[in-house]
Structures are given as structure tokens and as C-alpha cells.
Nanobody, 127 residues
Framework: VQLVESGGGLVQAGGSLKLSCAAS????????MGWFRQAAGKEREFVSA????????YYADVVKGRFTISRDNAKNTVYLQMNSLKPEDTAVYYC?????????????????????WGQGTLVTVSS
């Protein structure tokens, strides 16, 4: 599956952005999806994840209450609505996908879990 992120840009602190991750090549409804980010000079970190049918969502504590992940399987797209943005949210945001295997645990917050990655979209939050 190929993933393409969009929606990044420059925004002032307190503002909002909505990222999109469009998938092609495979039907997205078989894949768990995650958003990760990497700030300059830092390691990639988990932001949010959503199960295949969108019944469960997961968030890093630092974004909980500000970010919302959602998906539209009919459009093969996953979204990340980001509100109340802070300068420390500045990073390249990546979406990731992988297919959970029945009977095995799936670590939604672990980047090593995901086999498919987009190229990233830059979010810059000015103070």
C-alpha cells in the first residue's frame, strides 16, 4: 500500500490543521493506521492510531484532547485533526499502516509495528 500525506503547513500557536493520508494499492479497511511525528534532532514518536474499522483510537498523552484521528475507508483516507497547536508540535508528520493478524497483539504505538509509511508532511507552529 502507498501512503501520501497532505495538509501540513505553517500555523500560529493556537491554530488548527487537518492532515490527510491517502492510500492506494490496497483497500485501507484491512489496515490499522497510525500517525507519528519527528521533530528536528529527535526520535520519531507516536501521535495517534486507529483500528481498522475506526472503533478504537489511541493518543499520546501530549496530544490527547487536542488531536482527533478518524478514517473514511470508502475514501481510503485517514485524517488527523489538530487543534490548539503548540510550537512543540512542530515536526514532520508521517502516517503508517499495517495489517493486524488475528490472534496476535498489535502494538499501535510502536513504530516498528508498521510496515508501510508515507513520505511525511511538515507542520510548523509559530509562537
Amino acid at each position: 500500500v502507498q501512503l501520501v500525506e497532505s495538509g501540513g503547513g505553517l500555523v500560529q500557536a493556537g491554530g488548527s490543521l487537518k492532515l490527510s493520508c491517502a492510500a492506494s494499492g490496497r483497500a485501507l479497511n484491512n489496515f490499522a493506521m497510525g500517525w507519528f511525528r519527528q521533530a528536528a534532532g529527535k526520535e520519531r514518536e507516536f501521535v495517534s492510531a486507529i483500528t481498522r474499522r475506526g472503533l478504537s483510537t489511541y493518543y499520546a498523552d501530549v496530544v490527547k484532547g487536542r488531536f482527533t484521528i478518524s478514517r473514511d475507508n470508502a475514501k481510503n483516507t485517514v485524517y488527523l485533526q489538530m487543534n490548539s497547536l503548540k510550537p512543540e508540535d512542530t515536526a514532520v508528520y508521517y502516517c503508517a499502516a499495517d495489517r493486524p493478524i488475528e490472534g496476535f497483539s498489535f502494538s499501535y504505538g510502536d513504530a516498528d509495528t508498521y510496515d508501510y509509511w508515507g513520505q511525511g508532511t511538515l507542520v510548523t507552529v509559530s509562537s
